[in-house]
């Protein structure tokens, strides 16, 4: 067994998948306890009959339907006419969006691929600094995760069994924050000499609503019909798909039949990613609990930590490690199950804790050594790593203090729940 574990470890240092090593770590710590290892498949059934499960696959279907069309070209221009008036325009509409894209697509890499080409150029003829475009579109990446339709918060509220229309709320208020605080930065770094804007004309205008028109009605469709009543997030995710499905398709025509099919597949590889660790994950926490491992853990932290504010401070901490080191869905599978409990001791509401995961986590994507999105941003723009380090810091440093505010005053993210119930 000893040899085997060796083995299992051999193989994550050798960069094998990361759902192939924890499926491997469940099966051998139930094979050591003696109980059956079809406890893994028994909890990958029990997980497909979740209804909640249903939407993350449509809502990834419809994320890569929005990154492999035109879309962000359109999103871009459609910003660029209709706020480019606004001081700071284009750094305030990079800010933008790329928020409303990563909320769509789930992940930051795929916004700095696709979003970052198109940036980084206009910024630097807009008369940005290259280290304060680079940094801005790199921090830009992850903004998304804490809105409506995030996969991630989805993900949060299938594991801690949570409701995922008050976690939709609950993101809204310290994402606008987030927002607000960057877009403040942003605009005091505007280029100090003007910029030669040509006026556009009512023509124009029009055109460019008529192209994007498709598209925007997407939030209002998703959170209207959520909060109306109309249907469920299950529900939503499938009308989402559809929509997306027809516009990019059939009316746009962006994306080709003959692409359909690689799509489907790469939608759903990441989905069977997803559901494998989720499953080996779930079934590891069942054993764990079992062996009151949670219990355990609590009652060793409590002996050093009986306030709040400071197990607060020290989760921050290791999860912005954890952000840096693991992609967002692992990190979610492997550690929420562990630490919802002990926050729970601690009377952290379990809404309000998802908020503080994808927050550290999300700014965990841009925090040197390690973080996802600056190699991401290192590879797209060709840049030394370094570089990226000393140009993500400000925004950084801004990130921070808008996770201590998150932390530490959870009516942010409690407030829009308790007005609509």
């Not at 909890?43 to 890569?64: C, K, N, W, Y």
């Not at 910029?195 to 209207?224: A, M, N, S, Y």
Request: some cysteine; proline content about 6%.
């Amino acid at each position: 067994m000893n040899i085997l574990k060796i083995l299992v470890l051999v193989l994550a240092l050798l960069r094998t998948p990361l759902f192939l090593i924890i499926s491997a770590l469940a099966l051998l710590s139930f094979s050591s306890a003696d109980i059956d290892i079809s406890v893994v498949i028994i909890e990958m059934s029990r997980l497909a009959d979740t209804p909640l499960l249903v939407s993350l696959p449509l809502f990834i279907f419809a994320g890569i339907l929005l990154s492999e069309s035109k879309a962000p070209r359109r999103m871009l221009k459609f910003s660029q006419l209709f706020l480019g008036w606004l001081p700071g325009g284009l750094a305030v509409i990079t800010l933008l969006v790329c928020a409303v894209f990563t909320a769509f697509t789930g992940a930051s890499g795929v916004t700095i691929f696709a979003l970052g080409g198109l940036l980084l150029p206009a910024l630097l003829k807009d008369g940005y600094s290259e280290r304060f475009s680079m940094g801005l579109i790199t921090s830009s990446g992850s903004l998304g995760l804490l809105f409506p339709p995030s996969l991630p918060l989805i993900l949060y509220g299938v594991i801690a069994e949570s409701r995922i229309d008050q976690l939709f709320l609950a993101g809204i208020l310290p994402g606008i924050l987030m927002l607000i605080l960057l877009m403040g930065y942003s605009i005091l770094q505007r280029p100090k000499r003007e910029i030669d804007t040509p006026e556009t004309t009512l023509e124009e205008k029009i055109t460019t609503l008529r192209e994007i028109g498709w598209e925007l009605p997407l939030p209002v469709i998703l959170l209207g019909g959520i909060y109306g009543g109309i249907f469920v997030p299950g529900e939503a995710a499938a009308v989402t798909a559809l929509y997306v499905l027809v516009v990019e398709l059939f009316i746009h025509r962006d994306i080709p039949f003959s692409a359909l099919a690689s799509i489907m597949s790469k939608s759903m590889i990441l989905f069977g990613g997803i559901l494998v660790i989720l499953a080996a994950s779930m079934a590891s926490t069942n054993y764990l609990i079992d062996q009151e491992v949670p219990t355990r853990l609590f009652t060793f932290i409590q002996t050093y930590i009986d306030s709040r504010y400071t197990f607060l401070l020290l989760l921050n901490i290791f999860l912005l490690i954890v952000g840096a080191m693991l992609d967002i869905f692992s990190a979610l599978v492997l550690i929420v199950p562990l630490i919802l409990p002990i926050a729970t001791g601690y009377g952290v509401d379990p809404v309000h804790l998802g908020i503080i995961f994808l927050t550290n986590l999300q700014i965990g994507y841009c925090t040197p050594p390690v973080g996802l999105n600056l190699f991401l941003a290192s590879y797209r723009f060709e840049k030394p790593i370094t570089e990226l380090y000393r140009s993500t810091l400000p925004f950084l440093a801004l990130l921070l203090v808008t996770l201590i505010i998150i932390t530490y005053f959870p009516w942010l993210s409690l407030a829009l729940i308790r007005f609509a119930g």
